[in-house]
């Protein structure tokens, strides 16, 4: 009777050890690879690059290239055959991210030290170098109109660009920390310091920055933003994780109630790999995101309150994208007449990727149900264990009745 209740015991133990598995894995595999969805791709021949940031602005991409270091212009006009336009030259040994505003382009740049450089681009065949704002420290940014914001040490500052020839500062807002990350949106400047604190920034009047907020995010750093409704979605990492190899796996998205912006408060966070979470871009209750390389992440946003991956797209699967060059970021959206809603992203050393997002195809579980492939492994590796604990169980009946005989 002891023997057939241990039996019992450890059937049903290992039963739910199988079970919780396979259900648990069966959500987590609804997170598929998409596939047939690549557009365009464009790379100089036979030239290194590094693409690190890219913006739209009417039929052309803009790219900040660190291997110039500089801005390209590349026409989109042929999504499936994007081109070469201009090209232009920084001084300085890299060139980072860019932003475009009433026809003027920033690319933030570091020579010795980090600074704003600008372009007039009203003519995209022709962009014209115009100044450069020497900050020191600039970290983020962003431009809406005429008016330009910028963090720079523990300063976030605001110029008026109406001259492009001569810019005026407006207001210089000491946030007591160092700041980083940067966005504009709706007349609110949403800034990440050092210190992971999320502050919101009534920029209505921009000659008068005032601080409205401070949100502790913990552990997560803020690298981008986006808006939707009274949601702040922000990907980035988590910055306790500092060694490999968890260093590459740190990226998340979360979504913030910012209805109040006075009282912002979480409404989900998830996890998304990667080694940073750079860009957010959203189409159709979907978040894309650059998780590196890790690839363009897909979020199901339907319900802020509850974010859901459901799947990436890895430029590995490009031709042109091999060993370790690729680094999806900053994924744009950009509409074209004939091939629909199409995603435009940097893959760094791959240079400029485009990729369909209507009717995302994703690749299939085997066969078709998530999570079976795994399911089967469980099941066989329960049946072997279960077959070895009756053989051993068995052998040693037959040692005791030995020993008792």
Same mark, same amino acid.
């Given at each position: 009777?002891?023997? /057939?209740?241990?039996?019992?015991?450890?059937?049903?133990?290992?039963?739910?050890?199988?079970?919780?598995?396979?259900?648990?894995?069966?959500?987590? &595999?609804?997170?598929?690879?998409?596939?047939?969805?690549?557009?365009?791709?464009?790379?100089?021949?036979?030239?290194?690059?590094?693409?690190?940031?890219?913006?739209?602005?009417?039929?052309?991409?803009?790219?900040?290239? &660190?291997?110039?270091?500089?801005?390209?212009?590349?026409?989109?006009?042929?999504?499936?055959?994007?081109?070469?336009?201009?090209?232009?030259?920084?001084?300085?040994?890299?060139?980072?991210?860019?932003?475009?505003?009433?026809?003027?382009?920033?690319?933030?740049?570091?020579?010795?030290?980090?600074?704003?450089?600008?372009?007039?681009?009203?003519?995209?065949?022709?962009?014209?170098?115009?100044?450069?704002?020497?900050?020191?420290?600039?970290?983020?940014?962003?431009?809406?109109?005429?008016?330009?914001?910028?963090?720079?040490?523990?300063? +976030?500052?605001?110029?008026?660009?109406?001259?492009?020839?001569?810019? #005026?500062?407006?207001?210089?807002?000491?946030?007591?920390?160092?700041?980083?990350?940067?966005?504009?949106?709706?007349?609110?400047?949403?800034?990440?310091? &050092?210190?992971?604190?999320? /502050?919101?920034?009534?920029?209505?009047?921009?000659?008068?920055?005032?601080?409205?907020?401070?949100?502790?995010?913990?552990?997560?750093?803020?690298?981008?933003?986006?808006?939707?409704?009274?949601?702040?979605?922000?990907?980035?990492?988590?910055?306790?994780? +500092?060694?490999?190899?968890?260093?590459?796996?740190?990226?998340? #998205?979360?979504?913030?109630?910012?209805?109040?912006?006075?009282?912002?408060?979480?409404?989900?966070?998830?996890?998304?790999?990667?080694?940073?979470?750079?860009?957010?871009?959203?189409?159709?209750?979907?978040?894309?995101?650059?998780?590196?390389?890790?690839?363009?992440? #897909?979020?199901?946003?339907?319900?802020?309150?509850?974010?859901? &991956?459901?799947?990436?797209?890895?430029?590995?699967?490009?031709?042109?994208?091999?060993?370790?060059?690729?680094?999806?970021?900053?994924? /744009?959206?950009?509409?074209?007449?004939?091939?629909?809603?199409?995603?435009?992203?940097?893959?760094?050393?791959?240079?400029?990727?485009?990729?369909?997002?209507?009717?995302?195809?994703?690749?299939?579980?085997?066969?078709?149900?998530?999570?079976?492939? #795994?399911?089967?492994?469980?099941?066989?590796? +329960?049946?072997?264990?279960?077959?070895?604990? /009756?053989?051993?169980?068995?052998?040693?009946?037959?040692?005791?009745?030995?020993?008792?005989?």
């Amino acid at each position: 009777m002891k023997q /057939k209740r241990s039996i019992f015991i450890f059937v049903f133990l290992i039963s739910s050890i199988f079970i919780f598995t396979s259900i648990k894995y069966a959500y987590a &595999a609804e997170f598929k690879e998409i596939v047939n969805a690549h557009v365009g791709h464009y790379q100089p021949s036979g030239v290194s690059v590094m693409f690190e940031d890219v913006e739209i602005n009417g039929t052309y991409a803009y790219v900040s290239d &660190a291997s110039l270091p500089g801005l390209r212009v590349i026409s989109l006009a042929d999504p499936s055959n994007p081109s070469l336009t201009a090209s232009r030259t920084v001084t300085g040994e890299n060139s980072y991210e860019i932003e475009i505003a009433n026809d003027v382009a920033y690319l933030r740049v570091v020579d010795q030290d980090y600074d704003i450089v600008y372009f007039d681009i009203s003519s995209p065949t022709s962009p014209i170098y115009k100044g450069l704002l020497d900050l020191g420290y600039a970290r983020g940014f962003d431009a809406s109109g005429t008016t330009f914001f910028v963090n720079n040490y523990t300063e +976030t500052i605001s110029f008026d660009f109406s001259d492009v020839d001569s810019p #005026v500062e407006l207001d210089r807002l000491n946030l007591t920390e160092v700041v980083e990350s940067l966005a504009f949106i709706d007349n609110y400047v949403y800034v990440c310091t &050092a210190t992971n604190q999320l /502050k919101i920034v009534n920029a209505t009047n921009p000659s008068n920055l005032n601080l409205i907020s401070s949100f502790d995010l913990g552990e997560y750093y803020a690298q981008s933003y986006f808006v939707e409704g009274n949601v702040l979605y922000t990907s980035g990492l988590n910055s306790t994780r +500092t060694v490999s190899p968890e260093r590459t796996h740190r990226a998340h #998205v979360k979504s913030i109630d910012i209805s109040d912006k006075t009282n912002p408060s979480l409404l989900s966070d998830i996890f998304i790999d990667g080694i940073n979470g750079v860009g957010i871009a959203i189409h159709d209750n979907k978040l894309f995101s650059g998780a590196c390389a890790e690839g363009i992440v #897909v979020i199901d946003i339907t319900n802020s309150s509850s974010l859901q &991956a459901i799947g990436f797209y890895d430029d590995y699967q490009d031709i042109y994208c091999e060993g370790d060059k690729h680094y999806a970021m900053y994924p /744009k959206l950009y509409e074209d007449a004939t091939l629909g809603n199409l995603l435009v992203f940097t893959s760094m050393g791959c240079g400029l990727n485009i990729i369909s997002i209507d009717n995302l195809e994703f690749e299939p579980s085997i066969p078709g149900i998530p999570g079976f492939d #795994v399911f089967l492994l469980v099941l066989t590796t +329960t049946m072997c264990i279960f077959l070895m604990y /009756k053989k051993l169980r068995k052998n040693l009946d037959s040692s005791e009745s030995i020993t008792k005989s």
